[in-house]
């Protein structure tokens, strides 16, 4: 099926937020998506404000089973497609406290993603986000 999130997207930083703001914010992101098989690769790099880089990623399948993750505050994903333009997910850590619904959506022109998320995070506080992607 089709799926419009393929290709590269950079977080445009002024027009994302989180509730609380993070202690150490993400200064630059950059995501490449591939297709694979019935799913995704995704491939994350950039910087938080005190230099430290940002390299992780996963491979999943949109079935909504658990895929492992790195380099993120989860290791964990979950993630299925709704249609071409619109993909939930669900992302957790083993063992830990974080844990987010997630919705994506991508704007009908096909140049923005907004990335809607809810839940609790790392120190188990309730916590929400809404993160724009521009399309490279």
């Known amino acids: 099926g089709a799926d419009n999130s393929i290709g590269t997207w950079k977080r445009n930083i002024e027009k994302s937020k989180s509730t609380p703001p993070v202690t150490n914010p993400i200064t630059s992101l950059t ?3 591939e297709a694979v098989d019935g799913g995704v690769k995704e491939t994350v790099t950039g ?3 005190d230099s430290t880089p940002i390299n992780g990623g996963f491979t999943a399948k949109y079935d909504g089973k ?11 994903i979950s993630i299925k497609q ?13 063992d830990g406290k974080y844990h987010m619904t997630n919705r994506v959506v991508i704007s009908k022109d096909g140049k ?25």
């Open 82 to 94: 709704i249609d071409a333009n619109t993909f939930t997910s669900e992302t957790k850590k083993t």
């Open 31 to 33: 995501i490449v998506l």
């Open 66 to 76: 658990e895929y492992p993750v790195t380099g993120a505050p989860w290791d964990t």
């Open 112 to 136: 923005t993603m907004t990335l809607t998320s809810k839940g609790t995070n790392a120190d188990g506080k309730p916590s929400t986000g809404k993160y724009i992607y521009e399309k490279q």
């Open 47 to 49: 910087q938080r404000k």
